[in-house]
């Protein structure tokens, strides 16, 4: 059997595609960052003089900006009339806020990356973990905001009637434990969706729980929903009849006892569901821009904090469900099943 062997030619267009996009993903922060996404989404076509004006910008940079967005296919320019517009598909992207496919805030976590280069690069040469909570800020809030969308867009409508009976259990009124929450947005989509249903967020970044607190009482849900700087191999307080790990698990250094925390937490009948970013359990199933850019949050990020906790695993986010089962099996979970799976996420059900 022959193999395709890849041409010089080949190898360095797809690299310098990748140089392209680094480059690219500069000029898509500062756009997201300035507002000049939203505003011509809001506005619709506009020459680079209009758009500079409204958007208070020098129009000498707008122009070249904007040159930059046509070349790269993130904005739409008609030559005849030398305006410039985003198409829906541009805009669901690029501009709302609320989209599932939004990915401006993204490149937040490329920068990220960058900045905290030569902490990777010891962590390298040592060995030695790199927490979470000394990683850039905007690796922090670019992955809060990240995530939020798919939550928004998934976790309520698909990813929870895939557990049998939890909605149910939801609408009559339960205690929810959100472990790993970040800044909290998974919880409180949860808490807006079911009333009834008091909800707990932890965390072990004492600044992403001040915002999460902030949140819950910026949108009127404090007391039904609460947030506790918490490691993850303790859950404090009442039991459970739902327990999340939303992209977490896989960061701990010890999801094991993480996963039994969650077990001995739940009351019977509850249920443990883990988000885990989508692999296949073969390094060769994986092979493509999804993977490749998991791999690489996971070495400079996931394996980095598993690493610092000096603990029984380093799972990285693309352990997959065989790796993953293995962890809840341990655990002393009796039934686990993939409930569903996304081209980002795997859902798994998981019960005592």
Not at 64 to 90: H, I, K, N
Not at 175 to 196: K, Q, R
Request: charged share 20%; aromatic share 10%; hydrophobic share 45%.
């Amino acid at each position: 059997m022959s193999v395709h062997k890849p041409t010089l030619q080949f190898v360095f267009g797809r690299m310098f595609d990748d140089l392209s996009a680094n480059y690219g993903g500069v000029m898509i922060s500062i756009g997201h960052r300035l507002g000049l996404y939203r505003l011509m989404a809001e506005t619709g076509p506009l020459g680079c003089d209009a758009i500079a004006e409204r958007s208070g910008c020098a129009p000498r940079y707008i122009r070249e900006w904007l040159a930059s967005q046509v070349a790269g296919g993130c904005v739409a320019y008609d030559p005849a009339s030398a305006t410039y517009r985003l198409t829906p598909e541009q805009a669901a992207i690029f501009a709302d806020h609320s989209s599932p496919t939004f990915l401006a805030p993204a490149w937040q976590c490329v920068a990220a990356l960058w900045a905290g280069e030569e902490r990777t690069l010891e962590a390298f040469r040592t060995g030695q973990g790199v927490p979470w909570g000394e990683q850039d800020q905007r690796m922090i809030c670019g992955s809060a905001a990240f995530y939020r969308n798919c939550y928004a867009a998934s976790l309520v409508p698909q990813w929870l009637p895939a557990l049998p009976g939890m909605v149910e259990r939801l609408e009559a009124g339960s205690a929810v434990a959100d472990v790993g929450c970040g800044h909290g947005y998974s919880t409180l989509l949860m808490a807006e969706a079911f009333p009834n249903s008091r909800f707990a967020g932890f965390d072990g970044d004492p600044g992403s729980i001040a915002i999460a607190r902030s949140l819950a009482v910026e949108r009127g849900l404090a007391e039904r929903v609460t947030f506790a700087v918490c490691d993850a191999q303790e859950l404090p307080g009442e039991s459970y009849d739902l327990v999340c790990f939303f992209d977490c698990l896989h960061d701990t250094g010890f999801p094991v006892a993480s996963a039994l925390a969650a077990r001995q937490a739940l009351k019977s009948g509850g249920a443990a569901m883990i988000v885990e970013p989508f692999a296949s359990d073969r390094l060769e199933d994986n092979v493509g821009s999804v993977g490749r850019t998991f791999y690489a949050a996971s070495t400079a990020v996931c394996c980095a904090h598993a690493i610092s906790e000096k603990g029984s695993h380093v799972l990285g986010a693309q352990a997959g469900f065989a790796a993953l089962r293995e962890v809840l099996d341990e655990a002393g979970f009796d039934s686990i099943t993939l409930a569903a799976e996304t081209p980002f996420n795997l859902i798994i059900d998981a019960r005592a």
